[in-house]
T-cell receptor
Framework: IAGITQAPTSQILAAGRRMTLRCTQD?????MYWYRQDLGLGLRLIHY???????GKGEVPDGYSVSRANTDDFPLTLASAVPSQTSVYFC??????????????FGPGTRLTVL | AQKVTQAQTEISVVEKEDVTLDCVYE???????LFWYKQPPSGELVFLIR??????QNEISGRYSWNFQKSTSSFNFTITASQVVDSAVYFC?????????????FGSGTRLSIRP
């Protein structure tokens, strides 16, 4: 059982290029999330999905898009990468949000550098 | 608005010392949840604890303990008899209840280094 997998592990990308970070979970969790982690800023939510077919914007959604075609996959796309998107990206999942927020399970992260 | 403050950016102690990581939060909600996560050098975040706003009992799990005080809006984390394996970045987080996933807020983290 892998939990959450992310691909690629790391990537160097030229500014202006399109990039999709992949995230797959095998826990059948309804909710999934994308965060970016920057030094001194902690984790900031980019986009989330409460259930398959729905998505929502987090704290820093600009420049990113997501889709949730099924329960397991939650890809994050940078349509035209910029250097300020250099960061470590974490995907996470949890059981249904519902009345009480559940613990989140995190993937290993993707280190993205935009030059 | 919600806010989580972890004022201690970095802490370094010698092994076997006790250490407390501070977390102060702000929220207007009466029902909310607090979390602590650990991020070891490997990078993956690991859940440690969840506490709801109605439960102010302190919690102890082995060498870890948490002190939740609504009067001071704090949810501090203490490691007793620290070990080198405790070296990590620790994040405190706050979430409203009955809300969507957009309402979880993480603090900026405290980097804890345990020296042998």
């Amino acid at each position: 059982i892998a939990g959450i997998t992310q691909a690629p592990t790391s990537q160097i990308l030229a500014a202006g290029r399109r990039m999709t970070l992949r995230c797959t979970q095998d826990m059948r969790h309804n909710a999934m999330y994308w965060y970016r982690q920057d030094l001194g800023l902690g984790l900031r939510l980019i986009h989330y999905s409460n259930t398959a077919g729905t998505t929502g914007k987090g704290e820093v959604p600009d420049g990113y898009s997501v889709s949730r075609a099924n329960t397991d996959d939650f890809p994050l796309t940078l349509a035209s990468a910029v250097p300020s998107q250099t960061s470590v990206y974490f995907c996470a999942s949890s059981e249904s949000w519902g009345l009480a927020p559940n613990e989140q399970f995190f993937g290993p992260g993707t280190r993205l550098t935009v030059l | 608005a919600q806010k989580v403050t972890q004022a201690q950016t970095e802490i370094s102690v010698v092994e076997k010392e006790d250490v407390t990581l501070d977390c102060v939060y702000e929220t207007r909600d009466t029902t909310y949840y607090l979390f602590w996560y650990k991020q070891p050098p490997s990078g993956e975040l690991v859940f440690l604890i969840r506490r709801n706003s109605f439960d102010e009992q302190n919690e102890i799990s082995g060498r870890y303990s948490w002190n939740f005080q609504k009067s001071t809006s704090s949810f501090n984390f203490t490691i007793t008899a620290s070990q080198v394996v405790d070296s990590a970045v620790y994040f405190c987080a706050l979430s409203e209840a009955y809300s969507s996933a957009s309402k979880i807020i993480f603090g900026s983290g405290t980097r804890l280094s345990i020296r042998p």
